[in-house]
């Protein structure tokens, strides 16, 4: 049951219109939301509903003894155990033959060979948004140990704040000490930013099924499956195409995260930012999957002393955050080299003042078309799916033997329009609400009514996967 469908659509009306029934009672409407959570879950895999539950509330006991515990060193202790499981549960699942698998290649290639090499993959089964709700748990931990939470939270709080279903299987991730808190008191009708909202679902539907599936289906894919069948020019655009899809699959999803969240009474923190009108990489990273950038920076880079220490310390810091930033986005060496890139591209310009300020105009036009290019080439080896599809696409990029085949009118003004979204002035969206509620209710009805049918009537058949679903 994905957002851009109908049966999500039904799915959201029900709940939606139950939830504010059951306002009333905060215990029951929570209790509905974290089972509507659960059938969401289960509507995209139920096998790991248990797990799902699990992690949560072995998060919730920890987090209880956190709390209790008078003795910092002891506090630490637990903490460190409790994360140590999170992240084993995370490994387990989802790195477990990655890391199996380097060591047989390893052995193989030093001519050790033995029987029981190809037993020791486990072959699991990824569950959808266990990176997601794994970095969630640790927030809530860490935020009880920081005391920027308190300890004193119902299970049920703690189930809801990991399980509902806006943000558990692609974001953004949320803090707990920003989203529990909310949960205490039941939400009012009067605070709902509700035209905000609906323009942040339609703007999403729109990134999604018409921008981001486009390019995707009919540019990304298939040149990225099969490089050497295309001209260097075609690989060029797909290049930048999928630069445009991910951004626009990927923001579209928390966009609507977002929207949704509202109408039920919550809120989310902003996920992304222009990230394409970023001057430097730090930029870029204050603007994209802000969530991310955030937790990372919070949860890892500063405890490991971020910036504080000597500046060679400094520079390992940022390899080793962003080298894991890589690796969680999947069990690849792709991924890790794009993350990687990021982690040296972010030394440099420590290293030179890159992210100072920049008054002259020109000078920011220029570090903002060498830093999209720069996220571009990057972005290869994170959509390329092994390094040897990464060396076919860098070869081809040379490769002026062969006709242009894809670069057609269409995808350009597709590409353009998602490109807009980062060169043009932010729409404001509270400004549109405001001019709205000017309007009779039908006005504004039927402008929605009209967006979402023309939205309909260009979107291609079938909606794809979102593309963070994978991690």
Same mark, same amino acid.
């Given at each position: 049951m994905l957002f851009p469908t109908l049966e999500f659509a039904i799915f959201f009306t029900v709940v939606f219109y139950l939830s504010w029934e059951l306002v009333f009672n905060n215990s029951y409407r929570k209790l509905f939301l974290l089972l509507a959570s659960y059938f969401f879950y289960a509507t995209l895999d139920? +096998?790991?509903? !248990?797990?799902?539950?699990?992690?949560?509330?072995?998060? /919730?006991?920890?987090?209880?003894?956190?709390?209790?515990?008078?003795? =910092? %060193?002891?506090?630490?202790?637990?903490l460190t155990f409790t994360i140590a499981l999170n992240l084993l549960l995370l490994g387990v699942f989802k790195y477990f033959d990655f890391f199996a698998g380097t060591v047989v290649e390893v052995m193989t290639r030093v001519g050790i060979t033995a029987t029981w090499q190809d037993d020791v993959f486990m072959n699991f089964v990824l569950p959808l948004g266990i990176s997601f709700f794994t970095f969630q748990g640790i927030s809530y931990l860490v935020d009880i140990y920081k005391k #920027?939470?308190?300890?004193?939270?119902? =299970?049920?709080?703690?189930?809801?704040?990991?399980?509902?279903? !806006?943000?558990?299987?692609?974001? !953004?991730?949320?803090?707990?000490?920003? $989203?529990? !808190?909310?949960? %205490?008191?039941?939400?009012?009708?009067?605070?709902?930013?509700f035209l905000f909202?609906?323009?942040?679902?339609?703007?999403?539907? @729109? %990134? %999604?099924?018409?921008?981001?599936?486009?390019?995707?289906?009919?540019?990304?894919?298939?040149? @990225? #499956?099969?490089?050497?069948?295309?001209?260097?020019?075609?690989m060029i655009f797909a290049i930048y195409c999928y630069a445009v899809?991910? $951004?626009?699959? $990927?923001?579209?999803?928390?966009?609507?995260?977002?929207?949704?969240?509202?109408?039920?009474?919550?809120? /989310?923190?902003?996920?992304?930012?222009?990230?394409?009108?970023?001057?430097?990489?730090?930029? /870029?990273?204050?603007?994209?999957?802000?969530?991310?950038? +955030?937790?990372?920076?919070?949860? *890892?880079?500063?405890?490991?002393?971020?910036? +504080?220490?000597?500046?060679?310390?400094?520079?390992?810091? =940022?390899?080793?955050?962003?080298?894991?930033?890589? *690796?969680?986005?999947?069990?690849?060496?792709?991924?890790?080299?794009?993350?990687?890139?990021?982690?040296?591209?972010?030394?440099? #310009?420590k290293r030179f003042q890159w992210d100072s300020k920049v008054d002259s105009l020109g000078k920011k036009i220029l570090r903002g078309f060498l830093v999209f290019n720069f996220v571009c080439f990057a972005w290869i080896f994170f959509r390329a799916e092994s390094f040897d599809k990464s060396y076919e696409v860098l070869r081809q990029l040379f490769d002026f033997s062969k006709p242009v085949m894809?670069?057609?009118?269409?995808?350009?003004?597709?590409?353009?329009?998602?490109?807009? /979204?980062?060169?043009?002035?932010p729409l404001r969206s509270w400004n549109i609400s405001d001019r709205f509620l000017q309007l009779p209710a039908v006005a504004y009805a039927f402008v929605f009514a009209v967006m979402v049918t023309l939205i309909t009537a260009l979107m291609p058949e079938g909606i794809a996967p979102f593309i963070y679903f994978r991690f």
């Open positions: 139920f +096998r790991f509903l !248990p797990i799902l539950f699990l992690s949560p509330s072995l998060n /919730f006991l920890f987090g209880l003894w956190i709390g209790i515990e008078e003795n =910092l %060193k002891t506090k630490k202790y637990i #920027e939470l308190t300890y004193k939270n119902s =299970l049920l709080d703690v189930l809801l704040y990991i399980s509902f279903f !806006p943000h558990l299987v692609a974001g !953004p991730i949320v803090k707990a000490s920003e $989203f529990i !808190p909310q949960l %205490k008191q039941p939400p009012k009708t009067t605070d709902i930013p909202s609906i323009t942040l679902i339609v703007l999403g539907l @729109f %990134k %999604k099924t018409v921008i981001a599936n486009y390019l995707g289906v009919d540019i990304v894919d298939p040149i @990225f #499956e099969n490089p050497k069948a295309f001209s260097s020019f075609d899809q991910i $951004f626009c699959d $990927f923001s579209a999803y928390t966009d609507m995260a977002i929207g949704f969240a509202y109408l039920l009474g919550y809120q /989310f923190p902003l996920n992304f930012n222009q990230p394409y009108g970023a001057t430097s990489l730090k930029d /870029f990273w204050n603007r994209w999957h802000i969530s991310l950038s +955030r937790w990372l920076k919070e949860y *890892l880079y500063i405890p490991m002393g971020g910036n +504080r220490v000597s500046e060679k310390r400094t520079y390992q810091n =940022l390899l080793i955050t962003m080298g894991l930033g890589g *690796l969680w986005h999947g069990a690849s060496w792709n991924f890790i080299t794009w993350g990687l890139l990021h982690g040296i591209g972010l030394a440099i #310009e894809k670069m057609t009118p269409f995808y350009l003004i597709l590409f353009l329009i998602g490109m807009s /979204f980062h060169f043009v002035k």
